[in-house]
């Protein structure tokens, strides 16, 4: 860990055309406050990768509303509309990911893996442009890691040295992504004094920064 | 019983004891409240839950595959989305139960896309249809007086030749190699009925009544 991190010096990180990756699943588990953050900075042209689209007003919904956001890597757009008529418009690209092939997909970047084969998607739209490989006479599609210039998570129970595990059902892609960014950034949802070593979900070395209040910014 | 709930409490007599059983949004998600108590059956959520539990108003940080708050029984586990989709993409969920737009007589399943007109995505669904040991499929026999059960799917695909059996309102399908073949009808209706309001072709041979619908 490289240690705290307070709004201003947060917002520094941001740079236009990085691509980020937000923990939560319908916007549980996701770093609203970091979030927050990055519609303050007014970055443009980002690349972002969630397991979905939000809502309109929360979760990576805030940034799309507010026209960051260039690219969007999801399994799922349906809970906010304004995804679907930027995509018409043309002003959106998204890429439309099964759910399992991109928490695998995240996984491989983090595990320093080539890619992954995988069934699903095979016989359907996913499978276009993409190479099939027989392996024992089965069929898979190989799917190509997924990484990012920084990493937003939420849901957390942070110790002071970093070490993380999470709150209920806002674990979701939090410790895989941890696992897949250049600079990983904690938004507490509880600090605590230290997490036993054998609760522990995403150990110290990957968490680069821990979002703290912003007194005096 | 009204349409939803008859597929639903049908659906539900395909759990068997032990089951590790996902249930996608819709009617699907209805079939966890036809489970006898007695029955031991475990629900995954895709978002990171073994051993789900009911929907909650109360201020919780746990919710479902669709974001609405609910539960986790006694013994449960939370878990992230990597393991969770080791359970679903590597053979160890029993049961899916999930909804579509269209489904046809090889199995073949249509749910996440209308070509310019609604793109919501893919979510869990090609990843548990392609993963999980069994396939039921719930959904309206017809939409408009269009069947959604056919020859063969014009919608784009999340998956060829993984569903296993067709839960509607009016009848209960399984998917053999040889074709579709129609195993139950509910007392509402006809064979005759079920074959006007079915583009796919189907098998008849030994029809009964819907189980588990009172008459």
Redesign the interface.
Known sequence: MRGFIKKKDFKDILKDGISIMVGG????GTPETLIDYVVESKVKNLTIIC??GGYEDKGVGKLIVNNQVRKLI??????NPYV?QL?QEGKIE?E?V????L??RI?AFGAGLGGIL?????????ESNKQVLEVNGKKYLLEEPLGADLALLG?AVVANNGNLK???????????MATAAEIVVVEPFIRVEEIDPEDV?TPYPFVDYILVGDDNE | MNEKEVIASRIALELKEGDLVNLGIGIPTLVADYVPEDKHVTFQ?????IGLGPLTDEE????N???MKAT?KKGGA?????L??TF??GGHIDVTVLGALEVDQEGSIASW?IPGK??????????LV??AKKVIIALKHTNKGQSKVLKKCTL?????HQANLIVTEMAVLSVEKSGLKLLEVHPDYTVEDVIKATEAELIIDNVVPMKGVAI
């Open positions: 699943f319908l916007t549980n397991n979905d999801a399994s799922h757009i349906g809970t679907g995509m998204v439309l099964p759910q399992g092939t928490a695998e996984r995988t069934p699903t998607g095979l016989d359907t739209i996913v849901g999470y709150k209920e059902t806002m674990r979701n892609f939090n410790p895989v979900i | 959520a895709e978002n990171g839950i919780t940080n746990i919710v595959a669709g974001g986790i939370f878990i992230d989305s990597t969770s989709f679903i993409r896309i609604k793109v919501p995505g893919m979510g869990g669904a090609m990843d392609t993963g784009p695909l999340t998956a060829a």
